[in-house]
């Protein structure tokens, strides 16, 4: 797994700013960029596929029996792209390449097993018997138990207790719906009636999984043997008390809170988007609303169904589910790819594409809108985009600073109101530790990570060094206009810099991982204006050279999230982090350093004939150590982006083609 690093000057094919080499560069550039603008949509955005591990597939199947609608034909094609994602030794891993993860392995195996396959082929058997060697199903994460205890597979004794009641706790309670992240409580509160009322699939076919249990599900007296913390331990003493009491809780109370519970996810219903546009919370609200007799012919309950289809991507023989989409990242990035492109020569065609997105992207600006964040910021004015095409109660400052540096280098005085309502908020969103959350401000009641629902350890949204750098980008093209944002500024660099790893990198929460996250805070800095000699910008320079392996490329792997010893390092190399190294050396003064001729010369020499890159690899989690996602868009515009600019920092004399 370690990368096989070299100093650089053994590299034989170093990139040189030769006639020829400007050529190739440049003919590299431009396929690039005409694939990229061919896929642009006529409403002016991008969104690429957004792939997950087997078990976002895995239960839109299992959702499918639960609620007895099942549509066979794409059933088979799910159950094709689950048979593909397989390992050799029958277990599924969380991203490409990586070992087999137990809850991951047990949803796929269930569902193949509804979806017909016979239990004594060889995937299924190599499945079975990798899942006994784990300890069986009773080793399973939490929601991978909530699904089994619906679907009777399990006594409900074996999940943690979650009432509906928590909808009525106050807000000085030790939990409360505001102190977790937006994830959380979208996926949480419809989870809420769901387990209070001990809801049951329907399973028509009457299948289950015993065979996947080493001790019987009713016997099973381990299944909260993650809970090892003390503090875990006095939560799980707690929640044990609250089973026990709960015969107590009168029928009144429980009316209102199961009301304000349907209430508070109607509200966030979200249209054809889906409550919090993300598959997991949209399938739950679904299923809730079922339970509690809401007619099939209701319009919400159309629209959520219809909600989660929209997630789907069908191919010929094979289909997958979304855990959401990507569109106004996509377009966001994208828009700052073609950007740094169009900055060598202005082209009609690219012009044309950008006034197409970011006209798109600004009628998509979440202004005076309802919103969960304003529970911490009641008087900010809203200026925030969100992830999906549709999230109004969830802007983020990751998308919004993107979008609205874009918006910036347009130099379009029709984005004026946009790029200043954009400021405003991400300023207003700073954590009182100097960074940002992604969604919300101050989400840093860690001790709730403790509780026995939370063994994901993703309950939280707390600042994180890729997100708080990304908004200093922002807020530093802004200072000349604002420089009251300077104080903001300073204390995010200040968190920034207490956020340095020793060895000089910065880590990736939203990315993979340390140099994602190195390119992110760098990017960062070179917009707030710190010196390209700062002490900090010069150790992560050494730490990103030193990880350059012996092709001229940079690789990581998600395993760096278990192991921080693997941090920068993987068995091979990618174009995304290569294209991160290079543009955050670039953005660290670095222009004609060889590692970064290297890194370019990588660039051309594993473009495609269509123009494009590929890699397979997953290249971001969607929560660290327990979810990953695969970017199909970042192996497109990323190396083209870090292309563009070399070209742009070498200043190259270019022949006409």
């Known amino acids: 797994m370690l990368n096989q690093t070299s100093p650089i000057s053994n590299v034989s094919y170093l990139f040189i700013g030769t006639t020829r080499s400007s050529s190739k560069l440049n003919c590299a550039i431009d396929r690039a960029k005409e694939h990229l603008l061919s896929l642009q949509s006529n409403e002016g955005y991008w969104v690429f596929e957004l792939e997950a591990d087997c078990t976002i597939p895995a239960e839109y199947i299992l959702m499918m029996h639960y609620m007895d609608e099942i549509n066979e034909s794409l059933q088979t094609k799910i159950a094709n792209y689950i048979r593909t994602q397989q390992n050799s030794d029958g277990s599924y891993s969380l991203y490409q390449g990586g070992s087999g993860d137990i809850s991951c392995t047990i949803k796929a195996y269930y569902a193949m097993k509804i979806a017909g396959d016979p239990i004594q082929s060889v995937p299924m058997t190599s499945a079975r018997d990798w899942i006994l060697s784990q300890g069986g199903a009773a080793r399973a994460n939490v929601l991978t138990r909530i699904m089994l205890a619906m679907f009777e597979q399990i006594p409900w004794r074996g999940v943690p207790f979650i009432p509906v009641e928590v909808m009525l706790l106050p807000k000085w309670f030790p939990f409360h719906l505001e102190k977790i992240s937006y994830w959380a409580r979208t996926v949480l509160v419809p989870l809420t009636i769901l387990c209070t009322f001990k809801a049951k699939a329907r399973n028509p076919k009457k299948i289950g999984i015993a065979e996947l249990f080493v001790t019987a599900p009713d016997k099973e007296k381990n299944y909260f043997s993650h809970v090892t913390t003390p503090l875990g331990k006095g939560f799980l003493v707690l929640e044990r008390m609250g089973r026990f009491m709960e015969p107590l809780i009168p029928g009144f109370v429980r009316k209102r809170a199961t009301r304000k519970a349907l209430n508070w996810f109607i509200e966030r219903l979200n249209g054809l988007d889906g409550l919090g546009a993300i598959f997991t919370a949209m399938v739950n609200a679904y299923e809730a609303m079922d339970y509690l007799g809401i007619p099939v012919d209701n319009e919400q309950r159309q629209i959520a169904r219809a909600s989660i289809d929209r997630l789907l991507v069908i191919k010929d023989d094979m289909a997958y589910c979304q855990p959401c989409v990507s569109p106004i990242w996509d377009t966001g990035l994208a828009s700052l790819t073609l950007q740094e492109i169009d900055r060598h020569q202005k082209d009609p065609h690219t012009q044309k594409a950008l006034k197409s997105a970011l006209h798109w992207l600004a009628t ?67 954590s009182s530790n100097g960074g940002y959350g992604a969604f919300d401000a101050d989400n840093t009641h860690f001790y709730l990570n403790h509780i026995p629902f939370a063994d994901h350890g993703a309950l939280l949204d707390p600042p994180t060094a890729d997100v708080s750098a990304r908004c200093i980008m922002l807020l530093g093209k802004l200072l000349k206009q604002h420089p009251e ?16 790893e020793m060895d000089g990198c910065w880590f990736g929460r939203w990315g993979t991982n340390y140099i994602y996250g190195t390119w992110s805070v760098l990017v960062g800095f070179e917009s707030a204006g710190v010196p390209k000699n700062d002490p900090g910008i010069r150790k992560a320079v050494a730490w990103l050279k030193s990880r350059q392996r012996v092709d001229g490329g940079w690789g990581e792997g998600n395993y760096s999230y278990n192991n921080t010893k693997c941090r920068g390092q993987f068995y091979t190399s990618t174009v995304f982090h290569t294209s991160l190294a290079v543009l955050a050396l670039l953005a660290s003064g670095e222009a004609r350093c060889p590692e970064v001729k290297a890194g370019v010369n990588y660039l051309l020499n594993n473009q495609q004939a269509d123009g494009f890159w590929k890699d397979p690899s997953f290249n971001a989690p969607g929560f660290p150590k327990v979810f990953y996602l695969k970017y199909h868009g970042y192996d497109k515009f990323f190396p083209l982006w870090a292309l563009g600019r070399y070209r742009n920092e070498n200043r190259l004399s270019l022949p006409n083609h």
């Open 364 to 430: 998509k600006q979440l202004k005076d809108e309802p919103g969960d964040w304003r529970n911490q910021r009641p008087n900010l004015p809203g200026g925030g985009w969100a992830f999906q095409f549709g999230n109004s109660y969830y802007p983020d400052v990751d998308d919004t600073a993107v979008v609205a540096y874009a918006m910036i280098q347009a130099d379009n005085k029709n984005f004026a109101d946009n790029i200043e309502r954009a400021g405003a908020w991400i300023a207003g969103m700073q």
């Open 485 to 500: 944002y300077q104080t903001v500024i300073d204390r995010c660099i200040e968190y920034l810099r207490n956020q340095q």
